[in-house]
């Protein structure tokens, strides 16, 4: 925490986030590196979990209040917090392990837990700075696609659904230009 802050100090940043390690088993891989600060890269690449970012009190204070009471909230603020940004750092350390468990809800692709990451989205959309919407719609349509193809496809129908109501959140054109 302290290297995110002197960082956060040293730069006026509204955010910092930092690289980590995901360990599985015996093995340990870096990841959640940032090849940009930019706001609109942070929103389509960035990780979205609260556990590798300090983050100033104002974004919280301009976001509203976490949503309560359902799964992914992280998912569901923390792309709210980044478009309330103004600047954010990086720090090309890991200073976080993120375990990995096979048994996790979160990794157990056949829980249908795993939808209420659809509700997150709907969230996000609703509480996004209004500026960087686009944005975080085609980084929501990204995921929605990956979610697809990384073996979640037992809830395909599901997504589809998805896709098909919020089909003019879909028909930007960071999304359409998209091949996947």
Known sequence: MKILYDKALSGDY???CCASYDVRGGSMKKT???QSTDKAYVLQHGSMVFWN????KKLFDQAGPVPEHIVFE????VSTLISYAERIGYVDL????YIIRDDSGVNDLRSDRLLHCLEAYKIAIEHCKSDMRQELVASIAHRVCYDLRAARWTFADKYIEYIKENEELFDIPQVKKDTR
């Open 94 to 97: 890991p200073l976080y392990y």
């Open 14 to 16: 509204d955010m910092v």
């Open 74 to 77: 992280d998912i569901a603020y």
């Open 53 to 56: 970012k300090l983050v100033k």
């Open 32 to 34: 959640r590196e940032l």
